[in-house]
T-cell receptor, first 112, second 114 residues
């Protein structure tokens, strides 16, 4: 089955700096890669996603890149703000369209 | 839309007791997922349903865990008997099959087994 690895587990940046979180997946048949943000005590919520036919996608301060050959995908947050502090999860979904497997999460701290 | 609704939000029980967690998916969503979240293991997929039918329960940790979806608007996750290591936050999520694939999570049920 699919396995998703995520690094780093913890990331601390200064406000205004960029943050990068990297993930790898094992199943070459996976075709959908969402990113979820979970604030303390809250539910995970989708912030951005990318499909396998696209190499990069951007939404304001966040962007995702996908390298299908290497089975790598990354989340980039620019101009970080204290409210970006949260746990971020990458995930991969199989081609059947059902099973979404999550990485272990990255706890991001943005210091003011 | 009320979103995915889970109950109870918090449950404290003693080892050996039966626990039932409930979920109402978003109307019109035909896929439903149960995840368990712990610090050690992150977000684990336990089981998922499509059109009320269990598709894959390979993530269910033991026979003590069972899940049902009797109709499109209701699902339960039952643990019997419960053990301290079952303590976790259990999330239910729903999505539309074949659509963007976004999972909409409920607020979770925090279970503590003493």
């Amino acid at each position: 089955g699919e396995n998703v690895e995520q690094h780093p587990s913890t990331l601390s940046v200064q406000e205004g700096d960029s943050a990068v979180i990297k993930c790898t997946y094992s199943d070459s048949a996976s075709n959908y890669f969402p990113w979820y943000k979970q604030e303390l005590g809250k539910r995970p919520q989708l912030i951005i996603d990318i499909r396998s036919n696209v190499g990069e996608k951007k939404d304001q301060r966040i962007a995702v890149t996908l390298n299908k050959t290497a089975k790598h995908f990354s989340l980039h947050i620019t101009e970080t703000q204290p409210e970006d502090s949260a746990v971020y999860f990458c995930a991969a979904r199989d081609t059947g369209g059902f099973k979404t497997i999550f990485g272990a999460g990255t706890r991001l701290f943005v210091k003011a | 839309d009320a979103g995915v609704i889970q109950s109870p939000r918090h449950e404290v029980t003693e080892m050996g007791q039966e626990v039932t967690l409930r979920c109402k998916p978003i109307s019109g969503h035909n896929s439903l997922f149960w995840y368990r979240q712990t610090m050690m293991r992150g977000l684990e997929l336990l089981i998922y349903f499509n059109n009320n039918v269990p598709i894959d329960d390979s993530g269910m940790p033991e026979d003590r865990f069972s899940a049902k979806m009797p109709n499109a608007s209701f699902s339960t996750l039952k643990i019997q008997p419960s053990e301290p290591r079952d303590s976790a936050v259990y999330f239910c999520a729903s999505s539309r099959q074949g659509a963007a694939g976004e999972l909409f999570f409920g607020e979770g049920s925090r279970l503590t087994v003493l």
